[in-house]
């Protein structure tokens, strides 16, 4: 078998042009990537033995080795954990696997100053090797593969695979350093950077110098630690480590559980959004250890879906060590776990947002969204997640809850009144507020697409019906405005309505036919002239238009056109009824007024054409003669 020559995957090329050329200041981060590969590594091996033990070759002494050569200007970096296969080198070495890398590039903003910076935040895993070495050699061994295979690269675009040998399994990474990089091969600078990075590492990661063996991390798992010794750089580094990110933990829990059967947690929030929160597999990436053995990092039902955004460990010390996933997930000790974790991390939750508000409105804009997916589909916690959820809402910036909505909401006002949008700043211009705003009454912003979900399921909070402002009736009048006028105002609407709106209505109707469902006066527009509603127990407006973005319907609800009474345009119009030759004009205005609420609330016209025709006739009769 002769050396194959490869290319590397697009992207690759573009990452490693990057990170080769870099002028990135902290290159020690290379180590910290390649020993937390090892000890993956290690750790899947450890795995793998307990049901092939045969695979371990009488060799579960799991470590990290680093030697460095001055003579040949090598660090090498071995593990005797699970080993590529020949496929498994080009598929991993090769191409962007979906991880850090794939959201630094995703991340990329062509200006190198900012994409420099994003090295260190996003690691770049493998390839951040090439950051100090002018080329790299990947010698490894699949366990239980009797062949060995030798991968090199200069990190410019190309890579060899060719045929090795390797007395045990395991990975060796041999990294030939570039001029000046020398720093890397001095004891004192490797230690160091084990320190910082990979103290937490829970297997010996041992100097080997002239012979001598000197073990540079504590090697114990950072979890089993009492919670006093550990630092809290620790903690944050073994984040990075067991989450692959590099943001900073927003929240740290470390807690041991004793009684019926003992397990200890180490879960972490992130304060940013993880990469992969939005996939559509909606996996938890918690990590189960078993007796300190890497079990898996896919304990589907170790946490609910809607806490899919924590990351970190839970170490079992009753689950059988050779658990499978299928017993995994029908194991009653799991689903204790996951409900008495649930429990500590919405404790948690509920303390953060009492006592450090500004603190919870981090957390909220980041994972908000995917908390209220919980309130959907999880009836056991949904009364702990609407307590603990908040919202925007046209009383400011401040976040606020249910209980505080509820709380200031005005006399004669029965409802949690919503307006959907993609964006608050969207949802703010709806007309629909107009009348609510003119009276005071707060609305929340529902701008998350689970908002139309979880509100439909849930219908009423404490009694208080949930109800959209684009949606069945206003119900404005029974509500006590903050202004006197204002409550006045609304209590005579019917009263000060022009005379012939009623007409005027018919005519609309008579015109716009089956394009509305009805037409009728309201009290929820103040300047707008006119707008759309849907009908009591219609698909609300926004969540059709989400719905048609998803090609989930295409056949759309008729709505109810909404004319406000008080408005100069109305009051002209209903003055024209009964005039001579004033009906189709009349009749041209109605279409005029629905496309123009369709168009107000974000819709796009059926028939645009005939819109600018009747416009321009519009405007072309104000204008003067
Ligand atoms: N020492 C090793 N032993 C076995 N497999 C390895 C080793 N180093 C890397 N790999 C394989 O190569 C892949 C890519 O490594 P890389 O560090 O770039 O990404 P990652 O570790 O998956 O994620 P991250 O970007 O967070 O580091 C790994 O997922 C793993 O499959
Ligand atoms: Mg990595």
């Not at 060899?160 to 890397?184: N, Q």
Request: glycine residues 6%; contains cysteine.
């Amino acid at each position: 078998m002769t050396t194959e020559k490869r290319s590397f995957q697009a992207e690759v090329s573009r990452l490693l042009d990057i990170v080769a050329h870099s002028l990135y200041s902290e290159k020690e981060i290379f180590l910290r990537e390649l020993v937390s590969n090892a000890s993956d590594a290690c750790d899947r091996m450890r795995y793998l033995a307990l049901t092939k033990p045969e695979l371990a070759e009488a060799d579960a002494e799991y470590r990290v080795v680093l030697t460095p050569d001055k003579q040949k200007k090598t660090l090498v970096v071995d593990d005797n954990g699970i080993g590529m296969t020949r496929e498994e080198l080009a598929e991993n070495l090769g191409t962007i696997a979906r991880s850090g890398t794939a959201s630094f590039l995703q991340n990329l903003t062509g200006d190198a100053k900012k994409d420099l910076s994003l090295i260190g935040q996003f690691g770049v895993g493998f390839y951040s090797a090439f950051m100090v070495a002018r080329e790299v050699e990947v010698i490894s061994r699949r366990a239980g593969e009797s062949e060995a295979w030798r991968w090199v690269s200069d990190g410019r675009g190309e890579y060899t695979i060719s045929p090795a040998e390797k007395a045990g399994r395991g990975t060796t990474i041999i990294l030939h350093l570039k001029e000046g990089e020398e720093e890397f091969l001095e004891p004192h600078r490797l230690r160091h950077i084990v320190k910082t990075y990979s103290e937490h590492i829970p297997l010996p990661i041992l100097l080997k110098e002239g012979g001598k063996e000197e073990k540079l991390n504590e090697a114990s798992a950072l979890w089993t630690r009492p919670k006093a010794e550990i630092k809290p750089e620790q903690y944050k580094e073994f984040y990075h480590h067991v989450g692959h990110v590099f943001d900073e933990p927003w929240l740290t829990l470390h807690f041991r559980a004793e009684g019926v059967f003992e397990y200890t947690g180490l879960l972490f929030i992130p304060s940013t959004k993880p990469f992969d929160l939005y996939d559509p597999q909606r996996k938890g990436r918690l990590k189960l250890y078993v007796r300190r053995v890497f079990i898996t990092d896919d304990a589907e039902g170790l946490v609910p879906a809607w806490l899919r955004f924590l990351r970190g460990v839970v170490d079992s010390e009753d689950l059988p060590l050779n658990v499978s996933r299928e017993m995994l997930q029908s194991n009653p000790m799991l689903a204790k776990m996951r409900s008495q974790i649930v429990k500590r991390v919405l404790a948690e939750l509920e303390k953060k947002a009492k006592d450090s508000p500004e603190e919870f409105e981090k957390f909220w804009d980041n994972f908000g969204a995917v908390l209220k997916e919980g309130i959907y589909e999880d009836l056991d916690h949904r009364d702990a997640l609407l307590a603990l959820a908040r919202f925007r809402s046209t009383a400011g910036e401040k976040l606020v809850s249910l209980e505080e909505y509820v709380g200031r909401m005005k006399p004669g006002q029965d409802a949690i009144f919503y307006v959907t949008g993609d964006s608050v700043a969207q949802a703010a211009r709806s007309p629909h507020l107009e009348g609510f705003r003119a009276k005071g009454v707060e609305v929340l912003y529902f701008t998350d697409p689970v908002d139309e979900f979880w509100s439909g399921a849930v219908g009423e909070w404490k009694g208080k019906k949930l109800k959209s402002v684009t949606r069945g009736g206003a119900d404005l009048a029974k509500i006590e405005g903050e202004s006197k006028e204002a409550s006045a105002d609304a209590e005579d609407k019917d009263a000060k309505a022009p005379a012939n709106v009623q007409s005027l209505i018919a005519i609309f109707k008579l015109a716009l036919g089956d394009a509305v469902k009805d037409v009728r006066t309201t009290d929820r527009l103040t300047d707008s002239p006119a707008c759309l509603v849907a009908d009591e127990g219609d698909v609300d407006i926004h969540l059709e238009r989400l719905l048609r973005q998803h090609r989930h319907i295409d056949k759309l609800a008729k709505r109810i056109l909404e004319l406000n009474p008080k408005h100069a345009l109305i009051e002209r119009l209903a003055a024209l009824v009964g005039k001579d030759g004033t009906t189709e004009q009349l009749q041209e205005m109605a279409w005029l007024l629905f496309d123009q609420a369709k168009i107000l609330q974000g819709e796009t016209l059926e028939d645009p054409a005939a819109f600018t025709r009747r416009l321009s006739g519009a405007l072309a009769r104000g204008l003067p003669t």
